[in-house]
């Protein structure tokens, strides 16, 4: 009942920005977290950025001051505006949510589908 909707990635240049999108859509009675994570070929699937329902944002050293991530809770939506982006930044780019879908159930962890960031040389 719980999707989460990605957008924004594609192909740029070293140098270049994107802006990615996420929004959670169904049965939503609050989200704790939203945030980002990517998997590059070979490699197994790391935070990029979180941020929690109380504005604490947690992210990777390796793109501290490049991104940021910031949040909608009216719209239940993310944001990762990335800048500066290097060829390592290269992954698929991964949309997770931590959302309590009705008051009396418990939180439950959600993924988007995935989403294509290629960063050229």
């Known amino acids: 009942q719980v999707q989460l909707v990605e957008s924004g990635g594609g192909l740029v240049q070293a140098g270049g920005s994107l802006r990615l999108s996420c929004a959670a859509s169904?049965?939503?009675?609050?989200?704790?977290?939203m945030g980002w994570y990517r998997q590059a070929p070979g490699k197994q699937r790391e935070l990029v950025a979180t941020?929690?329902?109380?504005?604490?944002?947690n992210h990777v050293d390796s793109v501290k001051g490049r991104f940021t991530i910031s949040r909608d809770n009216a719209k239940n939506t993310v944001y990762l505006q990335m800048n500066s982006l290097k060829p390592e930044d290269t992954a698929v780019y991964y949309c997770?949510?931590?959302?309590?879908?009705?008051?009396?159930?418990?939180?439950?962890?959600?993924w988007g589908q995935g989403t294509q960031v290629t960063v050229s040389s």
């Open positions: 997770h949510a931590v959302i309590r879908p009705l008051r009396y159930q418990p939180d439950k962890d959600y």
């Open positions: 169904g049965t939503i009675s609050s989200i704790n977290e």
């Open positions: 941020i929690t329902s109380g504005g604490f944002i």
